[in-house]
């Protein structure tokens, strides 16, 4: 027998004024956030492929391990204002806040207006979200697809209407062609709802049946998914986190400080012991946790990818405070919290790289000429030159018939773009004027670790440099003046040694 529907509790005025409130914060934040945080190598990436002609861009993400919707919108996005960063990183920030009004909405609709309310305030402030959600990056589009499917599916089990079942399959396979992970955690919710449905097996095949036509809507991608999959498979990719990989999404999730892991974590264990809020909570911790599977069927990254959990997260944190029966307490609880967040965003810097490298591109703006030859140690000083000082020559050093592979951008590296020390050494010999950029990071690749461009670097101090600049974990070499005769000892062959 179906349960009677449960219908949303309407929002009064005050709470739609917050809400509204929230989102101008939310907006406010994420445009200060990309103001203040050049493009990276992941977002430099996704401008330069979609600045290909439509089929060579489905072929390049053919060849990639993405799915093809989020770079085809992107595309378009570039094709209707431009390569401007804050207009890049617009169409991201709009998803965002979206997804926020998506997280207001499920939160109303599981919990009460004061849940959904709380569960915005706290996604709004969380300085994960602010800054992915501020990028060039599939993650607001995600956030959004998801918490939209949750919300349909959601409501197909409390009322059985034909359009939330309609738009959860509309959603959820936007987010399949978005990205993979996605699948988990819509196989998640797909087995929460047989559990919910267990006593009604006519509803549970008709649940099973709209899972069957998303899986007929994502079969056109079958073949891409899994070649992209035999080519990614490796035993070394497809394992759980480390405890301190679980450690570090969890801070993430937490509004920063590590801190505020345990009373979070409490707050969001207090719905499963309340009998109202119990179907509710366990369909969320369910996604918030069994996500990590993703970790088991893909080539993921921990602390980033499975972020896709951290509008749920928020909800349980919500539903937790909100559920506390002294309104003076969940006023103050959810203003701390909000306040924490806002620290974390104070104290945040940007990206890792961003900022050095512009401090490194504006070392070469300053003291460099166009066309002057600057040789990168690794892709990602090479991609970021390329697009923030287009008319130098900007060039990889290689070994000779080598080619970057393309887990490290090298679908977007062109040929052209390549230079072996044997041209290094001829312009060298010329009298040259030329530069060395290099972003010092681990590379991991198939379990074996690596630190990039270690071997170009090498060569670049055998080249007894004029000069060197250091913006951690930027390095800056300059290389003989214009006019000068070459200096330094023979570089020899560092390459032999791994790159």
């Known amino acids: 027998m179906s349960r009677p529907p449960a219908v949303a509790r309407p929002a009064n005025r005050t709470v739609l004024w917050l809400l509204a409130g929230v989102v101008v914060l939310a907006a406010a934040l994420r445009v200060i956030a990309a103001l203040r945080s050049p493009l990276w190598f ?66 109303r609709r599981m919990f009460g207006p004061r849940a959904g309310l709380i569960a915005a305030a706290l996604l709004s402030v969380d300085v994960a979200h602010v800054r992915y959600s501020q990028e060039v990056q599939f993650h607001s589009m995600l956030w959004l697809l998801l918490i939209g499917a949750v919300h ?31 699948g988990v955690a819509l196989a998640v919710l797909m087995l929460w709802g047989m559990v919910a449905l267990r006593r009604e097996p006519a509803a549970a095949g008709r649940w099973l049946l709209t899972f069957a036509a998303m899986a007929l809507l994502f079969l056109p991608q079958a073949p891409v998914f899994l070649e992209q999959f035999r080519r990614e498979g490796s035993a070394s990719w497809f394992r759980f986190p480390h405890p301190r990989d679980l450690l570090d999404l969890w801070r993430l999730m937490s509004l920063g400080p590590l801190y505020l892991v345990p009373p979070l974590l ?11 809020q119990r179907r509710a909570a366990s369909l969320l911790w369910a996604l918030t946790t069994l996500t990590l599977l993703a970790t088991r069927v893909l080539p993921v990254v921990v602390t980033r990818d499975l972020l896709c959990v951290l509008p749920f997260w928020h909800l349980l944190v919500a539903m937790g405070i909100a559920g506390v029966r002294a309104s003076g307490l969940v006023t103050a609880v959810s203003v701390l919290l909000v306040g924490f967040g806002l620290r974390s965003f104070v ?11 512009a401090q490194a591109t ?33 060039r990889l050093l290689m070994p000779a018939g080598t080619r970057t592979p ?37 590379v991991v690749t198939r379990g074996v670790a690596r630190r990039a461009g270690s071997a170009a670097a090498a ?26 005769a070459p200096a330094g000892r023979p570089v020899g062959d560092p390459w032999s040694r791994g790159p």
């Open 152 to 182: 349909a599916g959601w409501c197909w089990v409390e009322e059985r209407r034909g359009r939330d079942a309609a738009r959860l399959v509309a959603l959820a396979t936007l987010a399949l062609y978005t990205h993979y992970v996605a």
């Open 266 to 276: 409490a707050l969001s264990l207090l719905p499963l012991f309340r009998r109202g």
């Open 42 to 107: 992941d977002e430099i990436y996704v401008v330069l492929a979609a600045r290909r002609p439509l089929p060579e861009l489905l072929r390049l993400i053919a060849l990639d391990i993405h799915p093809p919707l989020f770079p085809l919108l992107r595309q378009a996005w570039q094709h209707l204002g431009g390569e401007g960063v804050l207009w890049l990183k617009s169409l991201s920030i709009v998803l965002a806040l979206g997804g926020i009004l998506a997280t207001f909405a499920l939160g």
């Open 362 to 394: 504006a070392v070469l703006r300053e003291r460099t000429r166009p066309g002057d030859l600057v040789a990168c140690a690794e892709t990602h000083a090479l991609l970021f030159l390329r697009f923030y000082l287009p008319d130098r020559d900007s």
């Open 459 to 484: 060569a670049f101090d055998a080249a007894a440099p004029a000069r060197t600049w250091e913006f951690p974990p930027v390095w800056v070499w300059e290389g003989a003046g214009r006019g000068a």
């Open 347 to 357: 104290r945040s810097r940007g990206g890792p790289e961003g900022v050095p490298l």
């Open 406 to 442: 393309y887990s490290d951008g090298g679908l977007v590296v062109e040929d052209a773009w390549h230079l072996d020390p044997g041209q290094w050494a001829a312009a060298r010999a010329r009298g040259t004027p030329w530069w060395g950029v290099r972003v010092d990071r681990a």
